[in-house]
């Protein structure tokens, strides 16, 4: 499939995105549509004592002005999370209800107050102005351990275990406790994750339309997933029958994970549309986006490792208190879960403590963003690495080499009860330290240090979990003899249209161009999971896979009608149906369109062409796991902290290559997102609760400018897990960097005393941590 | 944004007397601080009077002894100018460290001198060069100008028509961009002039820009390096934010200030 690189010339999508033809939910406006503008807190934590909406109501253009109270009234439900940790096998915890208004408490900056309904966008804007809201402030905490540790008043009264909603717990206490007392050394360190704003190009924004005729809801939207949506807002919300809902994302200007659980304004819109009997459009501004969408990451950890002087790994602790901010939401429970899950990577450690509490702070809440908890694994589990190889004086590549998983142990359960079907660990360690000249090193420092500069370097080695839930995907024959796929991945950005259609092209033998690509439409779409974890090529791939069997199967049906043969002897090869042993054929676009006769055998075998088929993940079948190797160099100026990456080479396994130029891109954009999480972003709040990198102007979002030449290299390495023997790519790039990153950095600068740094390792930051270093801080 | 009624007078006095009589009105340049503001709800004047109709605040000359731009210009057109290239170089090379292209179009010099943004960089030329501030009404000194974070010696109705540059024998400006904004976290204008050593910092002051006297003097006095080497920062009152820890603002006045002493020397 390698060959599919010499043929690509450009994406099926790139037309319509390169000429503006592309459709995203702010090109959509639906003939009387009327506008909704949101009133949200300016307190992060206030009882909420009334809301005046009289003189909004009064205002120019406005149609309604709706608060929590209609909410109750008109008996729509709150949100639960998704799902909880004990669904995959943790703790019960406390799981929020979240009223899509709030009642009678806000509980961060930007809780949902009131809304506004008006003729215009401005008109709604200039009336939530009006709407007058008596709060009355309470204590504020903002970080996690504070709250557990008795700051602020709880969040959530009902729950009796105060600000924590549950504590994951991991490993063998006995068994790890044992091995750090038997162990040569043990080190301790304290890392940090901020909080990142998935800040998408294309803000969340959605529109709602209820036909009263009807008796049912259109939902334009911007989403990764349209059939999860729907279940949450037909269950939850409004509490109606899901087929009476029609939810379709069109193109989607960037997921990043932010757009794979609904937020409160998409039940909004449709409720503000039932309430005025017209189409309600809502698109965040950036502030709002800033303000209102579900953040990434958020941890603070306390970590050990334990190992003998040889460099034999024995042990891993950690605590860590992950910041889920007011409420626990959307699809939060992964990233809480594979924080802990994957810390092993590809290390056989023999064993692990690992607890980690979710805690409830007067912040927004935190979901998926690309990488989702396997960032924050990999960075402790590298950091302690690395800083393991300084404390024995061992070569830090050769510590990882002694201790990785080897391929003959496959399949290899973890510590934490994760079971690897493949990988070739050391291989890997070995190719992406030659591939960056690991030996020419000592030269290039000296001539660094030359210059007045601090050269460091790092080799790290990542893992990822992919591919959850189960999937559907169908093929469908038109009359004509053209062919829909019609997808339960959705595709926002990736490159789907693409691959797909390269695929079924491929297996069936037709013409890509007489092939057409649909997803996000739960009308059109019997069901689908959407797209996130880096699951679509192997559950959609595998799917399609089956789809295109079951599909072929029911061709041969008419294949042995018209040429008076038996099933069994059909063979399907290049296009042609034919009998084995005999010329007689019929292809398969002929066959197809036989399906479509108003007479003939369609009348025997039942009118039209399709397959189904279904592919499973995580729970209940095994996933994949891509693995891979960063390698990264710096110099630092040791004076000014100022700091440029030098090189830097990604190794992915991505098991079978689908399509190599879409697989490097997925790994570019996600080093970009890392180096982001790395060296510039931060959300950041006060002690208020008052955000503080709101905008772009305080936020640092990578740009070119920021990003080094990446060599990026794939390695196949098939999985065993999927017909297909691909692994995910979505995610791979953003797990590894942030630890490549820190860890070059820290090589460069540990010679002055420094033991470690938080990120985002800004210029200011690093200046201030040799600053400290020196002084002896 | 809010309804608001634009229009585009013609004479300077008719700006001002529309000013007078408007409930909130606000002058209108290049609206890239202006506009933005009144989308966040920051502003929302009932009335906008735009500028751009007014001849006096058009075009750039060269008086010999000094570079008068008018308020107008555009960062775009400061760049493209043969004129500022002549006079006074680093001006140009200032300007081109301004925001995006985007914005070079559309932002003017006297809107963003009026605006006062601590952040700005335009604040270490007119401070740097000890520019003159021409208005409808008056003349006012550089010196005399800067009164504080966006506020200048500007009455409310005073329009800034044009600002005058002395030529310096030599200038260099040194900035250390935000790296989200872009704008000025420090940024330092060392110029030698007639009357002797000129050096403002922007960006970095607690309130606002300010000239490094005690910079200046030691420059007068001695070479270069002595006068680095001489100077204490650590008294300077910096702006305050978390990002950027006072320390770290003050040791990058001392950088830029060596960066563009630097570059001068060449
Ligand atoms: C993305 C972005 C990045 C930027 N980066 C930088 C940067 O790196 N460095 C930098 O220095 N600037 C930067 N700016 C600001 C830019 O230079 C603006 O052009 C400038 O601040 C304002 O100029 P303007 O002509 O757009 O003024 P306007 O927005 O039109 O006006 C600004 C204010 O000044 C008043 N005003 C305007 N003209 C006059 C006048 N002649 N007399 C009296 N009052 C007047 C207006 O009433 C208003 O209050 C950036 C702006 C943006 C949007």
């Given at each position: 499939m390698n060959d599919l690189r010499d043929r690509f010339t450009g994406r099926l999508e790139d037309r319509r995105f390169l000429t503006g033809t592309g459709r995203y939910v702010d090109d959509i406006t639906l003939p009387h549509q009327a506008h909704m503008a949101l009133v949200l807190s300016p307190y992060a934590?206030?009882?909420?004592?009334?809301?005046?909406t009289a003189e909004a109501e009064a205002m120019p253009g406005v149609l309604a002005v709706l608060t929590g109270a209609d909410v109750l009234a008109d008996g729509l439900g709150p949100v639960p999370p998704f799902f909880m940790p004990k669904m995959w096998g943790g703790p019960e915890g406390y799981a929020t209800l979240r009223p899509i208004l709030c009642t009678d408490r806000v509980r961060c900056v930007g809780d949902r107050v009131a809304i506004v309904i008006a003729e215009t966008r401005d008109q709604a804007r200039l009336a939530a102005e009006m709407v007058a809201v008596d709060y009355d402030p309470l204590p504020v905490v903002t970080s996690a351990r504070a709250a557990l540790e008795g700051d602020g008043v709880p969040l959530w009264e009902d729950n009796p275990t105060g600000n924590l909603s549950c504590s994951l717990e991991m490993g063998d206490k006995a068994a790890t406790a044992a091995a750090f007392a038997a162990a040569d050394v043990t080190l301790h360190r304290h890392f940090l994750t901020p909080r990142l704003a998935p800040a998408s190009l294309e803000p969340r924004g959605c529109i709602g339309h209820y036909d009263a005729g009807e008796d049912r809801y259109t939902l334009h939207t911007s989403s990764q997933d349209p059939h999860g949506f729907r279940a949450v807002i037909a269950r939850?919300?409004?509490?109606?029958?899901?087929?009476?809902?029609?939810?379709?994302?069109?193109?989607?200007?960037?997921?990043?994970?932010?757009?794979?659980?609904?937020?409160?304004?998409?039940?909004?819109?449709?409720?503000?549309?039932?309430?005025?009997?017209?189409?309600?459009?809502?698109?965040?501004?950036?502030?709002?986006?800033?303000m209102t969408d579900t953040q990434g990451r958020g941890q603070e950890i306390e970590a050990e490792i334990a190992l003998n002087r040889d460099g034999k790994v024995l042990a891993v602790r950690a605590t860590a208190w992950t910041n889920m901010?007011?409420?626990?939401?959307?699809?939060?429970?992964?990233p809480f879960y594979f924080a802990m899950q994957l810390i092993p990577n590809v290390y056989d450690l023999g064993a692990v403590d690992l607890t980690n509490h979710a805690v409830f702070t007067n912040i927004a809440p935190m979901s998926v963003y690309r990488g989702a908890g396997r960032p924050e694994a990999t960075f402790?589990?590298?950091?302690?690495?690395?800083?393991?190889?300084?404390?024995?004086?061992?070569?830090?590549?050769?510590?990882?080499?002694?201790?990785?998983i080897a391929p003959e142990a496959m399949p290899f359960k973890t510590a934490t009860g994760m079971v690897y079907d493949s990988g070739e660990f050391a291989n890997m360690i070995r190719k992406a330290r030659a591939a960056a000249d690991w030996a020419g090193f000592p030269a290039r420092a000296?001539?660094?240090?030359?210059?007045?500069?601090?050269r460091g370097r790092s080799l790290i080695s990542y893992i990822e979990v992919a591919g959850v839930m189960n999937e559907r995907m169908e093929l469908r024959f038109e009359p004509d003899g053209t062919l829909t796929i019609l997808a339960g991945t959705h595709s926002h950005g990736q490159g789907h249209a693409t691959v797909f259609t390269e695929l079924v092209a491929d297996w069936l033998s037709i013409p890509?161009?007489?092939?057409?690509?649909?997803?996000?439409?739960?009308?059109?779409?019997?069901?689908?999971?959407?797209?996130?974890?880096?699951r679509s090529s192997m559950l959609g791939g595998s799917a399609l896979l089956r789809a295109k069997d079951a599909l072929i199967e029911r061709a041969k049906e008419m294949a042995a009608v018209v040429l008076q043969a038996e099933i069994a002897d059909i063979d399907f090869e290049q296009g042609m149906l034919k009998v084995r042993g005999s010329n007689k054929a019929l292809s398969l676009i002929e066959a197809a369109k036989l399906f479509y006769l108003p007479a003939g055998p369609a009348n025997l075998l039942g009118i039209g062409l399709t397959g189904a088929g279904t592919a499973a993940g995580k729970p209940g079948a095994a996933p994949n796991y891509p693995n891979g190797c960063m390698v990264c160099e710096v110099e630092v100026n040791p004076k000014t902290g100022a700091l440029t990456i030098e090189r830097f080479v990604a190794f992915d396994d991505v098991g079978r290559i689908l399509n190599a130029t879409l697989c490097e891109g997925q790994i570019h954009g996600g080093i970009a997102q890392g180096l982001g999480q790395a060296l510039l972003e931060a959300m950041t709040y006060d002690e208020d609760g008052q955000l503080t990198s709101g905008s772009f102007m305080d936020y640092c979002m990578p740009r070119a400018e920021h990003m080094p030449a990446v060599d990026s290299y794939l390695l196949e390495v098939p999985c065993a897990t999927n017909p297909l023997q691909v692994k995910g790519v979505g995610e791979s790039?953003?797990?590894?960097?942030?630890?490549?990153?820190?860890?070059?950095?820290?090589?460069?600068?540990?010679?002055?005393?420094?033991?470690?740094?938080?990120?985002?390792?800004?210029?200011?930051?690093?200046w201030q941590t040799l600053r400290d270093a020196e002084a002896g801080v | 944004m809010n309804e608001f009624q634009i229009i585009r007078p013609a004479a300077l006095s008719d700006a001002v007397a529309a000013f007078n009589d408007a409930e909130e009105a606000m002058y209108l340049s290049g609206g890239m601080t202006l506009i933005p503001s009144m989308k966040a709800r920051l502003a929302a004047p009932q009335l906008l009077i735009d500028l751009s109709g007014l001849p006096e605040m058009q075009g750039i000359s060269d008086s010999g002894l000094s570079l008068r731009i008018g308020a107008m210009t555009r960062w775009a057109e400061i760049l493209r100018s043969d004129v500022v290239a002549g006079a006074i170089p680093e001006l140009a090379r200032l300007v081109g460290q301004i925001a995006d292209r985007h914005v070079r179009n559309r932002g003017t010099i006297g809107g963003s001198i009026a605006n006062n943004d601590p952040a700005a960089d335009c604040p270490a030329a007119v401070l740097g060069l000890g520019a003159t501030l021409i208005t409808d009404?008056?003349?006012?000194?550089a010196d005399d100008f800067y009164l504080g974070l966006f506020t200048t010696a500007l009455e409310e109705d005073e329009i800034l028509v044009a600002i005058d540059f002395p030529k310096p024998q030599a200038a260099a400006y040194a900035k250390h961009p935000h790296p989200a904004s872009g704008y000025a976290v420090a940024g330092v204008m060392v110029a030698r002039m007639a009357q002797g050593w000129r050096v403002a910092v922007t960006g970095a002051g607690a309130d606002g820009a300010f000239r490094l006297t005690e910079l200046e003097a030691a420059l007068q006095s001695g070479p270069v390096e002595a006068a680095l080497e001489k100077i204490d920062v650590s008294a300077i009152q910096v702006l305050n934010e978390p990002a950027f820890p006072a320390d770290f603002r003050r040791q990058l006045i001392l950088w830029l200030a060596r960066e563009s002493l630097g570059r001068l020397a060449v």
């Open positions: 934590h206030a009882v909420l004592r009334g809301i005046d939850n919300v409004l509490k109606c029958a899901e087929s009476r809902i029609r939810v379709i994302s069109p193109d989607v200007g960037g997921g990043f994970g932010l757009k794979a659980h609904m937020h409160p304004e998409d039940a909004l819109v449709l409720w503000a549309s039932r309430r005025t009997g017209r189409p309600v459009k809502w698109i965040a501004t950036r502030s709002e986006a800033m901010g007011a409420y626990f939401w959307g699809t939060a429970t992964p402790v589990m590298e950091r302690l690495m690395d800083e393991a190889a300084a404390a024995i004086g061992m070569d830090p590549v050769e510590l990882r080499l002694k201790n990785v000296e001539a660094s240090r030359a210059k007045g500069l601090l890509a161009e007489s092939i057409r690509y649909v997803q996000g439409d739960t009308d059109r779409i019997l069901v689908g999971r959407g797209t996130f974890a880096a790039g953003a797990i590894g960097t942030p630890a490549a990153l820190v860890n070059a950095v820290m090589d460069a600068i540990r010679p002055l005393g420094v033991t470690s740094i938080d990120m985002p390792v800004t210029q200011a930051r690093l | 009404r008056r003349e006012i000194a």
